[in-house]
């Protein structure tokens, strides 16, 4: 699926709710197609222009890369230049990149690898929105020079969008350092995040936002993600709170802190958002966390804004700092906030939840009902689910059932929602062999009418069109508490399943 707007990815959800270890990301390889034109690949470029870029063809050389980039592809590549490495020796007790192990070279040129072309005109202030090769992402951000002073992470791009035969090369000032560390170890780094940190590791969520990597099998390996909203030390102490301790004596209500009831444990819990979400994918949205059917209202504004309300006090908001913000680590991203953010009960929002988005799920492949057993969030009978490009678009994603046999089942976990009264509508790709009539359930009842996968409409002309992307209104549901949902769909005649995202829209009584 393809929108700009942020995605509340429930496997995530699950996977954290349920074992607090969601994971995520699968290292992908470079591929070694070569192919000759006149035009000058990345390698080739860098040699030509070796008074720049000598040191940066050693590590190539080094790591055995070099033949890679001269490869056919399509590549941004953020090539740190030789003074940029003179300087990330020095820093790193190194004399040369020799005295580097091979396979730390190897992670640092994947970090500055990125598997599609972007040029700078599509650059937004944050994350970029594809991985690098590691697995991780880049961060931009725009000076008050605007276009004319682009940092990627700490590194200055002082040449951008040179064109090579298998992508674009961006040349930067300094050597962008992996991420290594998880959460947990981003955070013991910061000394304005001291009175946080340690009451993580006084209410045990402190262990989940330590793992980076978990394998479920042998074939599937995934990296946890989560977003931290996390009080500055600052903030603790003009609240009257200057350790841990005073948190647990303020919010805990048990003399357990692990508890999962217990209230500071339901406090801290309430700051760990599920996924991944950088200050540009975030939205107006009301996303849950790690405390049980608990969500955290979100606001774009002039700033980024969570739980803002009015009460008998008057208006009550938190700011995202965003200066202090957008802290990257292995498995995650933390951000700074201004004020206190204790739990609360938003009201209902326009809301979008993606039915492709799972962490460790990878474009292109099948699976089987077996693998999926694996996979929390969506659970099939009859068929298997592939994750496919959409035809109707480039970048835009579906699932699709792998049977078109009548009775094949898939059922999506969705995560909490806040209590109220919603329209749902179900946006999919409508394609000629689609199933004709199927039934949506939600939480085990019937879900409206039957309705077909297969839509159709005069375009152009009076030619009939019948592949494009369509939505249905599925029906109308009253929530009466704030909980997750199973929503289910049942083939009832012959023909392949596609999804790829649901809206709710809060309704009127």
């Known amino acids: ?81 030789n003074k940029a490495f003179e300087n990330f020796c020095t820093r790193s007790g190194k004399s040369s990149v020799e005295e580097f192990d091979k396979e730390y070279l190897t992670t640092l040129i994947k970090y500055h690898l990125i598997g599609v072309e972007t040029e700078s005109s599509y650059f937004r202030n944050g994350a970029l929105k594809d991985t690098t090769y590691s697995g991780d992402y880049l961060v931009i951000t725009f000076s008050e020079g605007g276009l004319e002073s682009i940092h990627v992470n700490e590194a200055l791009i002082t040449e951008r969008d040179i064109p090579v035969g298998n992508g674009f090369i961006h040349k930067i000032d300094a050597v962008c350092a992996p991420i290594v560390g998880s959460v947990m170890d981003r955070l013991n780094e910061s000394d304005d995040l001291t009175i946080f940190t340690e009451a993580l590791e006084l209410s045990g969520l402190s262990d989940s936002l330590n793992t980076v990597i978990i394998s479920f099998n042998e074939d599937m390996v ?8 996390a009080e500055l030390d600052e903030v603790y102490i003009q609240n009257g709170i200057n350790s841990a301790a005073d948190l647990i004596a303020r919010y805990s209500d048990s003399g357990d802190p692990t508890d999962k009831e217990n209230g500071f444990y339901k406090y801290m819990a309430y700051h760990i958002v599920p996924g991944l979400y950088y200050l540009n994918e975030i939205d107006s949205f009301n996303y849950p966390t790690l405390a049980k059917n608990m969500l955290i209202n979100v606001q ?12 008998t006090e008057g208006e009550k908001i938190i700011t995202v700092n965003e200066s202090t913000s957008n802290r990257q680590a292995k498995n995650g991203v933390i951000h700074c906030i201004d004020k206190i953010l204790e739990p609360y009960v938003p009201e209902p929002v326009y809301l979008i939840i993606d039915l492709t988005d799972y962490q460790g799920i990878t474009l292109g492949h099948i699976y089987d009902e077996r693998e999926l057993e694996d996979m929390q969030g969506i659970t099939v009978r009859n068929t298997g689910i592939y994750f496919r490009n959409s035809i109707l678009g480039d970048g835009e994603t579906n699932l699709q059932t792998t049977s078109g046999k009548v ?68 029906g109308r549901v009253l929530l009466n508490e704030t909980s997750s949902h199973i929503l289910k769909f049942i083939a009832l005649e012959s023909g392949y399943g596609n999804f790829d995202y649901m809206v709710l829209i809060p309704a009127e009584n």
């Not at 774009?300 to 009460?311: A, C, E, G, I």
């Not at 898939?410 to 209590?419: D, G, L, T």
């Not at 375009?459 to 249905?472: A, C, I, L, R």
């Open 222 to 229: 995934f990296r946890s993600r989560f977003t931290l909203f």
């Open 300 to 311: 774009l504004q002039s700033d980024v804004y969570l739980n803002r309300h009015t009460d």
């Open 407 to 474: 009775g094949w089942t898939v059922e999506f976990e969705i995560p909490p929602i806040r209590h109220g009264q919603y329209d749902i509508y179900l946006h999919w790709a409508s394609h000629q062999e689609h199933c004709q009539w199927v039934q949506a359930f939600w939480d085990g009842g019937r879900l409206g009418n039957p309705f077909s996968f297969v839509q159709s409409k005069r375009w152009p002309g009076v030619e009939w069109k019948y592949d494009f992307n369509t939505s249905q209104w599925l």
């Open 1 to 81: 699926m393809k929108r700009a707007t942020a995605n509340i990815t429930f496997l995530s959800l699950m996977l954290a709710l349920f074992s607090g270890l969601i994971s995520g990301c699968r290292e992908e390889i470079i591929p070694e197609a070569f192919f000759e034109e006149d035009e000058l690949l990345i390698s080739a470029y860098l040699e030509q222009h070796s008074d720049e870029f000598s040191t940066l063809i050693r590590v190539l050389e080094i790591t055995e890369l070099k033949n890679t980039l001269n490869a056919y592809g399509h590549y941004t590549f953020f090539a740190p230049d």
